[in-house]
């Protein structure tokens, strides 16, 4: 099934991580609107979310930090997170 950020924004809370991995890359989902739009779990939030390399005080640095993912995703601990940081 193909996913676009279109059918992301207009569909939230519908697609599957299984759905959502198989089109992150493939389709260039938008981090932002899959955190806005959908239930992600802890594990594909570091997989394909966080990012803890980025440098500079552009909006990007903020964008995908522990606290940015846990604003959006009010199931998930920032617990749940640092314990799968060192596994991916």
Known sequence: ????NTDLL????K???????QN??????DEKILLAT???TP?????YILDLDI???GEESYIFDICYILSFQKHITEK???DLISTF
Do not use: A
Request: net charge negative.
């Open 1 to 4: 099934m193909k996913v676009t």
């Open 10 to 13: 207009n569909n939230r809370y």
């Open 15 to 21: 697609y599957s991580i299984d759905i959502l991995e």
């Open 24 to 29: 992150i890359v493939e389709n260039h989902l």
């Open 38 to 40: 959908q239930t992600l």
């Open 43 to 47: 594990e594909f939030c570091v997989k």
């Open 55 to 57: 440098e500079g005080g």
């Open 80 to 82: 749940e997170l640092m």
